[in-house]
């Protein structure tokens, strides 16, 4: 099973609105809408920002919002800041004999 | 406070044996499927195992029949027994938490196993 493609860094200045797309197939992003996306800082576990494709958990900030277009998901962070600089990932289920559950490729966020 | 906290990494020759723990606290350990995820020194991560809350497990094509997860609700703990370790298998393992949405909500600092002669 491959991991989901992601762009390997992406960067904005402060205040600006960056998008981190995450391809797979019509096996698993095209055809499950539990996509989930994590933030990890250096040395930390990573952080549930998206579930369901688009729905934030109690306590992530609304600069934080998914959506999914075919076999694409996408996170949008509006108003850049310094503490967003991290790595950003998406999952989803997947259930093959290889693996149940897939993650994005990472992408490094740089704020400017 | 829920938490999950990880511990049993360690420096192990290949072919050697090593056994995770993850205490969790805070929530209903029992009610929740859990999860074992890896992240090699400078990857990404990559799920590995879980165990549901009614015992079933699963485990990814690379680790089946060498990893063994495992649960013991009483003391509200999960573990993860890896034998004949493989250099491929060194990596930081968290323990996550999962939701009924496949999302993880809840995750461990990680443990580090390191494989080398």
């Known amino acids: 099973q491959s991991a989901l493609t992601q762009p390997a860094s992406v960067s904005g200045f402060s205040g600006q609105s960056i998008t981190i797309s995450c391809t797979g197939t019509s096996s698993d992003v095209g055809s499950y809408n539990f996509v989930s996306w994590y933030q990890q800082h250096p040395g930390k576990g990573p952080k549930l920002l998206i579930y369901e494709t688009r729905t934030r958990p109690s306590g992530v900030s609304n600069r934080f919002s998914g959506s999914k277009s075919g076999n694409t998901a996408s996170l949008t962070i509006s108003g850049l800041q310094a503490e967003d600089e991290a790595d950003y990932y998406c999952c989803t289920f997947v259930g093959s004999d290889a693996s149940h559950f897939v993650f994005g490729t990472a992408t490094r966020v740089t704020v400017l | 406070e829920m938490q999950l906290a990880e511990s049993g990494g360690g420096l192990v020759q290949p072919g050697g044996s090593l056994r995770l723990s993850c205490a969790a606290s805070g929530f209903m350990f029992r009610d929740y499927d859990m999860h074992w995820v890896r992240q090699g020194a400078g990857k990404g991560l990559e799920w590995v195992s879980s165990i549901g809350a009614a015992g079933d497990t699963f485990y990814a094509g690379s680790v089946r029949g060498r990893f063994t997860v495992s649960r013991e609700n009483a003391n509200n703990s999960l573990y993860l027994q890896m034998n004949s370790l493989q250099v491929g298998d060194a990596a930081v393992y968290f323990c996550?938490?999962?939701?009924?949405?496949?999302?993880?909500?809840?995750w461990g600092q990680g443990t580090m196993v390191s494989v080398s002669s």
């Open positions: 996550a938490r999962i939701t009924r949405s496949d999302a993880y909500d809840l």
